[in-house]
């Protein structure tokens, strides 16, 4: 068998692509004909193409998953079947990844193939919460609810990431700007500073000795020294940001800082509780859900702890409150919430509550967080610049007095 993309005009004069596997492309063509669509166009198109055009163009950001759910929600509440609603999709994306994998998913659905498997293959654009919400709904018959539920999460995930990228803007501009002109001090004004001295017969102080053999090797090894910061920081931000063990290093460090910690806790917190809410509304089986809640909390501490509790507490008989309440990585309050919610039958939406609640003290947290962040940058920043002044200063005083 091999893979075949059409284009084909529709009996209502719509324009349609899709893929399908045939024999040849006169199968293809009887396909078409005895659904009543007028082909314009067919072409042989192997897997390894299909996977070189969804490797190599962009990625599929937030915002394209959104539109994808809450399109697929509205066109089946409205009672449109989920074949033209995927052509609809198809016709008005512009990323040409989502289309792929769209293109990819039609031909699975005329194979008679689940509909959330095409979405399992690609890990790398749908978390393990994005597939198993699709397959829940498929199961249930509640497609549409569980499309509009994932918009919601993806909605809220991504208000989160601005909130916290908006919140380090400041510091990051300070940390940057700061770096520059320490870094044109050291490597311009410093060396041309030590020529002065290094001409007179003053006896300059140590740690003006140190500053100034800094400021002429940087000057002597300017581009060198230029090139491997910059090989560092790409390097560095490499690995902490798009490795599993560098993001798992990252956040164990962040997770261990006055301030800083209380914010990863919460954010932790706050995921924990919303994609668990949202997988226990979607009846997904309670160990599942907590072993997908566990890998997609982003803290380490809650993902063990978690996973404790599925394994080591519900495999072996406790509920769910007794399972969490054996472990210390969660706020008393929470393990409270859940114990109360969960002999009251009101688990999902106590869960609910608790998310938007850690939403709010999140904000907080941030304003606390770069209320801390920014003294210690500008006490920091403004130590080393007192000790190259110190460093200028000194040996001038030293000169003159000589006179």
């Keep these: ?14 324009l349609m692509t899709g893929d399908i596997d045939a024999a040849s492309a006169d199968q293809v063509l009887t396909y078409l004909r005895g659904r009543d669509l007028q082909p314009l166009s ?39 079947d989920l074949f033209h609603a995927l052509e609809i999709l198809i016709e008005d994306t512009d990323n040409k990844v989502l289309k792929s994998i769209l293109l990819e998913i039609q031909s699975s659905l005329e194979r008679g193939q689940p509909f959330y498997l095409t979405f399992a293959n690609y890990p790398q654009h749908f978390s393990p919460v994005f597939v198993n919400l699709i397959e829940a709904g498929e199961a249930a018959g509640t497609l549409d609810e569980s499309f509009e539920n994932l918009a919601v999460i993806l909605a809220k995930s991504d208000d989160l990431r601005k909130k ?7 510091p990051a501009i300070l940390t940057i700007g700061s770096i520059s002109v320490l870094f044109f001090l050291v490597s311009f004004a410093i060396p041309r500073i030590a020529t002065v001295f290094s001409e007179t017969t003053a006896e300059i102080p140590f740690f003006s000795r140190i500053v100034f053999a800094i ?16 090989a560092l920081g790409t390097g560095l931000f490499y690995f902490f940001l798009k490795t599993p063990t560098g993001r798992l290093f990252f956040l164990h460090i962040l997770s261990r800082i006055p301030v800083i910690k209380k914010v990863v806790l919460e954010i932790g917190i706050e995921r924990f509780s919303s994609t668990l809410s949202s997988l226990l509304k979607a009846n997904v089986p309670i160990i599942r859900s907590l072993e997908i809640t566990a890998n997609s909390s982003g803290n380490e501490d809650i993902k063990n702890s978690v996973l404790r509790v599925a394994h080591e507490g519900i495999n072996k008989g406790l509920t769910l409150g007794e399972a969490f309440k054996r472990e210390k990585s969660f706020p008393n309050t929470v393990t409270s919430l859940i114990v109360i919610s969960e002999r009251a039958g009101r ?32 006490v920091i920043i403004g130590a080393v610049v007192a000790l190259i002044a110190l460093s200028v200063i000194v040996p001038i005083y030293q000169l003159v007095g000589q006179f």
């Design 42 to 80: 067919i072409s042989e198109l192997s897997t390894s193409i299909l996977k070189k055009d969804i490797s190599f163009f962009s990625s599929i950001s937030e915002m394209d998953k959104i539109f994808l759910c809450r399109h697929l929600s509205l066109m089946l509440r409205l009672g449109t």
């Design 215 to 230: 400021g002429n090797f940087f000057s002597a090894y300017l581009l060198i020294i230029l090139l491997f910061f910059i």
């Design 1 to 14: 068998m091999k893979k075949f993309r059409y284009t084909a005009n529709r009996s209502d004069g719509r």
């Design 347 to 378: 688990l999902e939406e106590v869960l609910h509550s608790l998310s938007s609640f850690y939403e709010s003290e999140i904000d907080a947290s941030l304003k606390a967080m770069i209320a801390f962040i920014e003294p210690v940058l500008l």
């Design 164 to 170: 916290i990228r908006g919140a380090l803007i400041y």
